[in-house]
């Protein structure tokens, strides 16, 4: 079965980085898509970035600049550096792999089969 496991966050003051990594293991193939999400309190989740295999990225346009998504070293492992974190970066981030997906709409959460169990990041002002 397919777990995906998240690894990172925290608590940082505003300007500060933090770095976040997952890893979806038991799956024989690489997966298609891999993506970081967030979610607000009592808002639905929404795409942070996307890294397809092939090397495309996405990002949602309030995290431009700031955050780089990239694949690690190892099958299925993906990290997000967030440089220059802001108050309204605090939220829940999940990462999630799909075995396909759009790159144009990618942060539809169907396309993603498999998601990890999410890791607090809160940044204060």
């Known amino acids: 079965e397919v777990q995906v496991v998240q690894s990172g966050g925290g608590s940082v003051q505003a300007g500060e980085s933090l770095r976040l990594s997952c890893v979806a293991s038991?799956?024989?193939?690489?997966?298609?898509?891999m993506g970081w999400f967030r979610q607000f309190p009592g808002k639905e989740r929404e795409g942070v970035a996307l890294?397809?295999?092939?090397?495309?990225?996405r990002y949602a346009d309030s995290v431009k600049g700031r955050f780089t998504v990239s694949q690690g070293n190892a099958k299925n492992t993906l990290n997000l550096q967030m440089n220059s974190l802001k108050p309204e970066d605090t939220a829940m981030y999940y990462c999630?792999?799909?075995?396909?997906?759009?790159?144009?709409?990618?942060?539809?959460?169907?396309?993603?089969?498999?998601w990890g169990q999410g890791t607090q990041v809160t940044v204060s002002s």
């Open positions: 999630a792999a799909s075995t396909y997906c759009s790159d144009t709409y990618w942060d539809r959460l169907g396309w993603y089969n498999y």
């Open positions: 890294i397809v295999r092939n090397g495309i990225t």
């Open positions: 038991e799956y024989t193939y690489s997966f298609y898509c």
